[in-house]
């Protein structure tokens, strides 16, 4: 059943998001560690079902690598705590409170419970994981920054999100490999500035909400099935703009937020920094155009009592969002002026 209608699990997804803002609107380290607990405690809820082995591993999975990074936060915020004179440790200690935070993200090189966890989730449980679980962590990471760790993690996010997402087949895992690739992104905006992580942020949830809520109604789980499917032309077409969006193609709404931050770094001189992140998207447009070529282009048997159809709200719906996809060009215009 899908989770607007379940009462319980209705409680659990307002537990969730209330405590985000515990978090991110306390005044203390100790109160942004007790936002972040609750926040695991009603995750896990949502994620496991009874009936269905893979979901109730994912759960056991994300509950033991968000406890240890827990652990590690608050061992970390103690030791702020008590050990503030020694400014020698200064430096240690904010590396501890970004690695336990770029942890609890699923952040390189901390990410190997991510894509295993995607693997066992619903696809709506997929975009809370890979939208909202990364607010709180945002936000606290940007109070207390080690530029010089982060930025080595930066790189790490948009080289491991590239290749990791090369051999993969199943889609959940491809959209898991391309959140740690946007994940590196959104690390340098929100160090260049709050307002411009807001921006990069709602776009980038607002792309992949379009695609998991395509997959969700398509009922897709593997690359596979995007091209056995007899699907409608449109569909594809959808499917083509939103998977070229996302790896941030100029036309497009996904390569606003990154235009902004390859002219930041250009500006700034950050040639090398640069050079990386912009070879990086390239790997990426080239799996998704894979996919998309794939998908466009393969001659398979159509069956006449095999298609697929979407009700008509659905498909309007999905429509629209494809269309605000494409106005980028519009909004870029804008900036230019």
């Known amino acids: 059943m899908f989770l607007i209608f379940n009462s319980n699990k209705m409680f659990f997804l307002f537990i969730l998001i209330f405590s985000t803002f515990i978090s991110i609107s306390s005044n203390s380290w100790f109160g942004c560690w007790i936002g972040l607990e609750i926040n695991l405690l009603s995750f896990i809820p949502l994620i496991s079902h009874s009936n269905n082995l893979l979901m109730s591993e994912a759960s056991l999975k994300y509950f033991l690598t968000q406890s240890i990074a827990s652990i590690n936060f608050l061992f970390s915020i103690l030791m702020k705590m008590t050990l503030l004179k020694n400014f020698d440790l200064n430096n240690f200690l904010s590396i501890m409170i970004n690695s336990?935070?770029?942890?609890?993200?699923?952040?390189?090189?901390?990410?190997?419970?991510?894509?295993?966890?995607?693997?066992?989730?619903?696809?709506?449980?997929?975009?809370?994981?890979?939208?909202?679980?990364?607010?709180?962590?945002?936000?606290?990471?940007?109070?207390?920054?080690?530029?010089?760790?982060?930025s080595i993690m930066m790189i790490f996010n948009v080289m491991i999100g590239a290749i990791g997402g090369l051999n993969q087949t199943s889609l959940r895992k491809l959209m898991a490999y391309s959140s740690i690739n946007n994940l590196g992104w959104m690390i340098f905006a929100i160090m260049i500035s709050e307002n411009l992580w807001i921006f990069y942020f709602i776009i980038y949830s607002f792309l992949i909400s379009i695609m998991i809520f395509m997959f969700y109604t398509l009922n897709m789980f593997f690359i596979n099935q995007l091209f056995i499917n007899n699907m409608n032309s449109m569909i594809k077409i959808n499917l083509f703009i939103n998977f070229l969006s996302l790896g941030g193609l100029p036309p497009f709404i996904g390569?606003?937020?990154?235009?902004?931050?390859?002219?930041?770094?250009?500006?700034?001189?950050?040639?090398?920094?640069?050079?990386?992140?912009?070879?990086?998207?390239?790997?990426?447009?080239?799996?998704?155009?894979?996919?998309?070529?794939?998908?466009?282009?393969?001659?398979?048997?159509?069956?006449?009592?095999?298609?697929?159809?979407?009700?008509?709200?659905?498909?309007?719906?999905?429509?629209?969002?494809?269309?605000?996809?494409?106005?980028?060009?519009?909004?870029?215009t804008f900036l230019l002026f």
């Open 100 to 150: 336990s935070l770029l942890m609890k993200m699923g952040s390189a090189p901390f990410h190997f419970w991510f894509p295993n966890i995607v693997e066992g989730m619903s696809w709506f449980n997929n975009f809370i994981l890979m939208s909202w679980q990364k607010i709180t962590p945002m936000i606290l990471l940007s109070y207390y920054m080690n530029n010089n760790f982060l």
């Open 255 to 332: 390569f606003l937020p990154k235009w902004i931050i390859i002219n930041f770094l250009i500006n700034n001189k950050m040639f090398l920094l640069s050079f990386i992140f912009i070879m990086m998207s390239l790997i990426m447009l080239f799996f998704y155009i894979r996919i998309i070529y794939s998908s466009l282009m393969f001659n398979y048997i159509k069956l006449k009592w095999f298609k697929i159809y979407i009700k008509n709200n659905f498909f309007l719906f999905i429509n629209f969002l494809s269309f605000i996809s494409i106005s980028s060009i519009i909004l870029s």
